[in-house]
């Protein structure tokens, strides 16, 4: 249980300043960034780097262990903010094409989901943040 403290934790202050930072820039109440992927900061990179902080702070930051938790931890916030971004650039240029098509031929598709990932900068915010929570002795 105390490998879990530290992710959950941070995972749930990432979901909460996600709804915070939404909603004073739109100035109203969004819960809908709850459900939906990306946003001010990465839940994913606080999640994950929760997990590995804490594991490094529990176990030793020359564990294996830890070894093993960063390495995810890479590859998931890689994939955050490149591989689903690019997926999401995609989809948008498909959505036009779609539209392009329907205006022409009569063709009706249903759109895609546009934003999948995370710019940089979300997915740094919300590493620093499971760090800083993987390093408070909170388990």
Do not use: C
Request: charged letters at 15%; a positive charge.
């Amino acid at each position: 249980m105390r490998y879990l403290v530290p992710p959950l934790v941070a995972w749930t202050i990432a979901q909460a300043a996600k709804v915070i930072y939404t909603s004073a820039r739109q100035r109203r109440l969004n819960l809908r960034v709850l459900a939906e992927t990306g946003g001010m900061p990465s839940s994913h990179s606080a999640i994950v780097m929760g997990l590995t902080t804490g594991i490094g702070r529990i176990n030793g930051f020359s564990s294996v262990t830890f070894a093993i938790a960063l390495i995810f931890s890479v590859v998931v916030m890689y994939d955050a903010q490149g591989v689903r971004r690019a997926a999401g650039r995609q989809a948008a240029v498909l959505n036009r094409l779609v539209e392009d098509m329907v205006a022409q031929r009569g063709i009706q598709e249903d759109r895609l989901r546009e934003l999948l990932g995370h710019t940089p900068v979300e997915v740094l915010v919300g590493a620093a943040l499971g760090i800083v929570v993987g390093l408070l002795p909170i388990s």
